[in-house]
């Protein structure tokens, strides 16, 4: 698996190594940026996602997230902070999550409620430095 570097979340006591992809078996090892997606740092929508209740629980408290705490990528190319700007419950079919934008942001999303995959936790992001 390829690792891209660390996130780190703060508020939620989070800081693990990302990797590229998404597929279950990348997860399994830790919060996983959607290939085609930006990366860390870069223009557009980052996005990421992660376990909630299986494995390492990456994003078990995706749901404490509040407007203003940072998400933090440390990857080659550099460090970056983005504050949240936006929680939201979607659907599984909701893929307009990922979605490129004119932007700096990132979407971070796990299973919602813990431990059902009925919908998603989305939280949205802007890159402030």
Known sequence: MIELGTISIPAI?????????????????GPGHWPGTAM???????????????????FLR???LVVGDEIIYETDA??????????????PS?????????AYTTTLFACHPPG???QRYAVSATLVR
């Open 13 to 29: 006591d989070v800081e693990m190594g990302l990797h590229e992809g998404i597929r279950l078996t990348t997860l399994d090892l």
């Open 40 to 58: 860390p740092g870069a223009q557009g929508n980052a996005v990421v996602a992660g376990h909630r209740v299986s494995k390492h629980q990456v």
């Open 62 to 64: 995706i749901n404490e």
């Open 78 to 91: 550099g460090r970056f902070v983005y504050t949240v700007t936006d929680m939201q419950v979607v659907e």
């Open 94 to 102: 909701d893929l307009w999550i990922i979605d490129q934008t004119p």
């Open 116 to 118: 059902s995959t009925a």
